[in-house]
C-alpha cells in the first residue's frame, strides 16, 4: 500500500526552480578525516556541476556518540576547504518533532509495530543472518507477547526485491525480506534511527541527489521503502567508493584515521588534490590555489571517472 502519509512540506524555503539539491550529512562524532572529505568535495562538486544546491545536515541523534565541538569543527574545516554550503545548517536534534510524525504516521497506517524483543532474544530466535546480522524473526510482529513491554519500533517489510540505479555502482537489487527483516525505526533507547530520520530530512530538505559513502549503500533499499510507505519523493543515489587504510578497513574515528587539520585555507590544497585523485577526477593545474582548484574541478567534473572500487589510502 502506497499512501501520502507524510504531508511534503517543507518549513525552509527552498529555491524552487533549482532542479539539483545535494547535502552533506556528517555526525559530530569527531574531526572530519579524509574519507568524508571525500564524501563533502564530490557532493559539492556534483551540485555545482549541475548548477544546484548543496546543503549541510548535522546528524546529531545518537547522542552517545556526539563528541563536544565536532559539529563546529566540522563546519571550520569546510569554510577552510571552500565547501560552502547553502543556507541555513539543518540540525537533527532541532527536529525530533518531523520524525515523531513521521514514526506515527507509520504507525497509524499499520506499517509500524512495537517491539519487545532484547538484541539476544532476536540472535537466539532467528533463523537467518543477512547483511547486518541476524535476521528479525517477526516475534512480536501480530503483538506484543503476553506481559512484554515495548522496547522498540520496527517497519514491516515485505516479499519484494527493492531495486534502483546507482550513479557510480549500476543497478543495485535488495530483498529485504531476506537480507535485512522488519527493520527498527525508533530505537530500544528512545533515539530515533538513521533510516527514519534521513529520509524525513531529505524530504524536508527537498534533496534531489544523494552523494554519500557506499558504506550507505545497503541501507539505501531501507530508505526508498520508507518513502514509498510515506509517500515521499525517493533522490537519485551515487556510491562513492570508500578510503581504507593499510588494514583494508573503512577510514573512521575507530579506525583513528588522521583529522583533515587545517589551520589556514592554502592548508587545504594537498587534501583537495588526494580527494580529486582518489576520485579519478583531472589533476588541476600544478599552481592552482584552492579557489582555482575548485573552480577547475566543476568544470572537469566527471561522475563515470570515479572508480566503483573501494581503495587504499594513506590515512
Ligand atoms: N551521517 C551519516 C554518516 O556520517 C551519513 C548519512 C547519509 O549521508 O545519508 O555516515
Known amino acids: 500500500m502506497t499512501g501520502r502519509l507524510l504531508a511534503h512540506t517543507p518549513r525552509r524555503r527552498h529555491n524552487h526552480r533549482v532542479n539539483y539539491r545535494g547535502r552533506f550529512a556528517p555526525s559530530p562524532t569527531g574531526a572530519l578525516h579524509f574519507g568524508s572529505l571525500v ?15 548543496w546543503l549541510l545536515r548535522i546528524e546529531d541523534l545518537d547522542t552517545p556518540r556526539n563528541r563536544p565541538g565536532a559539529a563546529d569543527a566540522i563546519r571550520r574545516t569546510l569554510e577552510r576547504l571552500g565547501l560552502a554550503w547553502d543556507g541555513e545548517v539543518h540540525v537533527q536534534s ?16 499499520g506499517h509500524a509495530y512495537p517491539c519487545a524483543c532484547t538484541r539476544t532474544e532476536v540472535a537466539s530466535a532467528s533463523t537467518h543472518v543477512g547483511i547486518e546480522g541476524p ?3 517477526g516475534t512480536c510482529r501480530s503483538g506484543l507477547p503476553p506481559g512484554r513491554s515495548v522496547r522498540a519500533w520496527r ?16 543497478r543495485i537489487e ?4 531476506r537480507d535485512v527483516g522488519d527493520f527498527v525505526v525508533h530505537r530500544a533507547d528512545g533515539i530515533f534511527a538513521y533510516q527514519l530520520a534521513v529520509v524525513v530530512d531529505d524530504a524536508a530538505q527537498c534533496i534531489t541527489d544523494v552523494v554519500r559513502g557506499a558504506d550507505l549503500l545497503d541501507s539505501t533499499p531501507r530508505q526508498l521503502w520508507l518513502q514509498h510507505l510515506l509517500g515521499l519523493p525517493s533522490p ?18 575507530q579506525t583513528f584515521a588522521r583529522a583533515v587539520d587545517l589551520d589556514h585555507a592554502d592548508a587545504a590544497v594537498p587534501w583537495l588534490r588526494q580527494a580529486l585523485a582518489f576520485l579519478g577526477q ?16 566543476i568544470d572537469h567534473w566527471s561522475i563515470a571517472r570515479i572508480p566503483a572500487s573501494d581503495s587504499i589510502v594513506d590515512g
Open 39 to 53: 564524501a563533502a568535495l564530490a557532493g559539492w562538486l556534483d551540485a555545482h556541476a549541475a548548477g544546484g544546491e
Open 282 to 297: 583531472v589533476p588541476p593545474p600544478i599552481d592552482a590555489g584552492r579557489d582555482a582548484l575548485l573552480a577547475f574541478a
Open 94 to 109: 532541532r527536529e525530533i518533532g518531523t520524525y515523531r510524525a513521521a514514526l506515527d504516521a507509520l504507525i497509524a497506517a
Open 236 to 253: 537519485r543515489h551515487a556510491h562513492l567508493p570508500l578510503a581504507l587504510n593499510a588494514q583494508r578497513q573503512k577510514l573512521s574515528k
Open 155 to 170: 517497519v514491516r517489510v515485505d516479499d519484494r526485491t527493492i531495486a534502483f540505479d546507482d550513479r557510480i555502482r549500476g
Open 135 to 137: 535476521v528479525y524473526p
Open 174 to 177: 535488495q530483498h529485504l525480506e
